[in-house]
């Protein structure tokens, strides 16, 4: 992220707030495609609807409209533009500030609502490695915002693009080449206009995946982006529907982990089927005000029509006809009342602030796997559904949660941290002991047996002597029984101490659940990988709710 505050109409505060001219303002809104011909929109360009929808948003109170613009309908040759589409975009922005509308515009859509849209002249070039590509995005990124820049008064920041991180291109390009599209685009953007504030609109892949698109390097840009649905296969760590309290804590605690590396807005999100009024009302007043308390500084519904289009890729995505926060008669859907409440509330709502007893979740320096030699064996997918599990344990527990990074000085004013699955490296382990000694506590589940060497011998106060084939063990603790049948990097370890104190033992005598005392502070650690086994069962609520016990022993035993 870019570390200038910039000083111009719009800006963002010290805190990670948009300003207008000096005054907090939080952008509420949708985003749009018109219903009638959705991805055509440029090509068909129905001014009335357009018009009328710009009207509706505004009537209904909201303050922000995000827009895409499909490169080929712009540049349908490469490096020759279309001049009547850079017109209509110019007066789409005239249109919204007329309206008192906020325009957020989108400048490469490649994915989209589960199309690919690129221009022909592409061909089979990696959009984000191969040098002419790189070129054009550049020009294109140049042009779009020379257009955009006489209307600053009414464009809130520009968007690279929707959802690039879901491209094949980006999982096939070398994450060091998304970073150099990230800033030679954005670096064509500031020459044109330099003030003007830079996202990439990607959603939870950035934690989920590793798709070049990640938290910390997004080069040139101001605030991040996070997207997310109440759809389980969508997400690493499954849930039973909308009223579930898991699905409920999923977007929140993305937005959170964003917000420690950056301001973050809530640049999409929805219900997806708008159809059932209960579901969705429930989900609505859970949702926006834990991410409003995780730090989101804007919320834009996805999106404001329901699509009738009979084009691609409405025709093989049908649920696109359901995702509209209005009706054709303009009024508000059944269950979604609770959006336009709190789009209300919310510009005077008090900015969240850290609560001093918050547990700590730790996200490792080395997250991420491609061209990463340093990473010790954490890998996204995995690793976010044990932080997942264990932000909504310790949640049902009545507990804060923060999330600590493992590349940035520990909190000294931190008391209580969990490690949920993830290998620090050695010089994290102590930095870790280190903190630990000054009179911290330490959970830790699953400690790796490849990591584990002089750093967690001290931390952990025990070695590995023996590494065995996964099987169950079966565990006595804190009042109950135990099965555990998961493990670090599928393998049992048997280890002697080292200062360490064995809590419990498995069926065959080795040692399971350990504490460790290291100066003022003390780390408790359980040798199989916990938020494993709850992720197993995370879509069975009664299955799942034994974890709060074994949650509510660790930290009792960590913190007495």
């Known amino acids: 992220m870019t570390d200038i505050i910039h000083q111009s109409i719009f800006s963002l505060s010290p805190a990670g707030y948009f300003l207008r001219d000096g005054k907090r303002l939080v952008p509420v809104g949708a985003n749009y495609w018109p219903g009638s011909c959705g991805v055509e929109l440029w090509p068909a360009w129905p001014e009335h609807e357009l018009q009328h929808d710009l009207d509706t948003l505004a009537k209904h109170g909201l303050n ?3 827009f895409f613009l499909r490169w080929q309908d712009f540049e349908p040759a490469a490096g020759h533009y279309n001049e009547t589409m850079f017109a209509r975009l110019a007066q789409y922005v005239r249109w919204c500030g007329e309206r008192g509308v906020l325009a957020h515009p989108s400048l490469f859509v490649g994915f989209m609502s589960g199309g690919v849209f690129w221009p022909k002249w592409r061909e089979e070039r990696n959009v984000f490695s191969d040098p002419f590509m790189v070129e054009r995005a550049a020009a294109f990124a140049h042009k779009t915002t020379t257009v955009l820049a006489p209307h600053r008064e009414h464009v809130l920041a520009l968007d690279q693009g929707n959802e690039l991180c879901c491209l094949g291109d980006s999982w096939q390009a070398r994450p060091s080449a998304v970073r150099n599209w990230c800033a ?19 959603e939870q892949n950035q934690l989920l995946g590793d798709s070049g698109w ?12 996070m997207h997310g649905y109440p759809v389980p296969n969508w ?40 159809r059932g009024k209960e579901q969705q009302d429930q989900y609505l007043r859970a949702l926006l005000p834990a991410c409003w308390e995780a730090g989101a500084n804007g919320f834009l519904w996805w999106c404001l029509r329901d699509i009738t289009a009979k084009v691609h890729p409405y025709l093989r995505c049908g649920f696109e006809g359901y995702l509209g926060l209005v009706d054709a008669q303009d009024r508000v859907k059944p269950g979604l009342e609770f959006f336009f409440q709190f ?3 919310v510009q005077t709502k008090a900015p969240p602030r850290s609560a001093p007893g918050a547990v700590g979740v730790y996200f490792p320096q080395h997250y991420y796997t491609r061209e990463e030699q340093a990473n010790p064996g954490n890998e996204p997918r995995m690793l976010s559904r044990w932080l997942c599990s264990a932000n909504f344990l310790l949640r049902q527990l009545g507990h804060e949660t923060r999330v600590v990074r493992g590349d940035e000085p520990l909190d000294r004013a931190l008391r209580v941290l969990l490690i949920p699955g993830a290998i620090p490296a050695g010089d994290e382990a102590e930095r870790l002991a280190a903190w630990v000694a000054a009179g911290s506590r330490l959970i830790w589940h699953g400690p790796a047996g490849t990591c584990w060497g002089p750093e967690y011998t001290r931390l952990l106060g025990a070695r590995p002597v023996d590494y065995r084939a996964p099987r169950a063990a079966k565990v006595e603790a804190f009042g109950r029984a135990w099965t555990f049948t998961r493990h670090p990097q599928n393998a049992r370890l048997e280890i002697v101490l080292e200062g360490a104190r064995v809590a419990a033992r498995d069926d065959l005598g080795l ?11 003390r780390v408790v650690y359980a040798l199989p990988l916990v938020e494993d086994e ?7 609520r009664e299955a799942r709710a034994v974890w709060t016990k074994w949650y509510e022993g660790v930290l009792s035993t960590a913190t007495a």
């Not at 953007?189 to 830079?198: F, G, H, S, T, Y």
């Not at 040692?511 to 502070?521: M, R």
């Not at 709850?534 to 069975?540: G, I, Q």
């Open 511 to 521: 040692p399971v659940l350990l504490e460790h005392t290291l100066g003022e502070g």
């Open 214 to 225: 990640r938290f910390g390097q997004q080069p040139g840009t101001d605030f991040y982006s």
């Open 343 to 345: 789009a209300r509330e």
């Open 64 to 66: 922000c409209v995000r």
């Open 534 to 540: 709850f992720a197993a069962v995370s879509n069975d």
């Open 184 to 202: 030679t685009v954005n670096a064509a953007i500031r020459r044109a206009w330099p003030e003007v504030l830079i996202v990439s609109g990607n």
């Open 235 to 274: 997400h690493s760590l499954p849930f039973d529907g909308m009223t579930d309290p898991l699905c409920q804590s999923l977007l929140p605690f993305y937005t959170r982990i964003a917000r420690s590396f950056g301001p973050v807005m809530l640049q999409e999100f929805g219900t997806i089927l708008t």
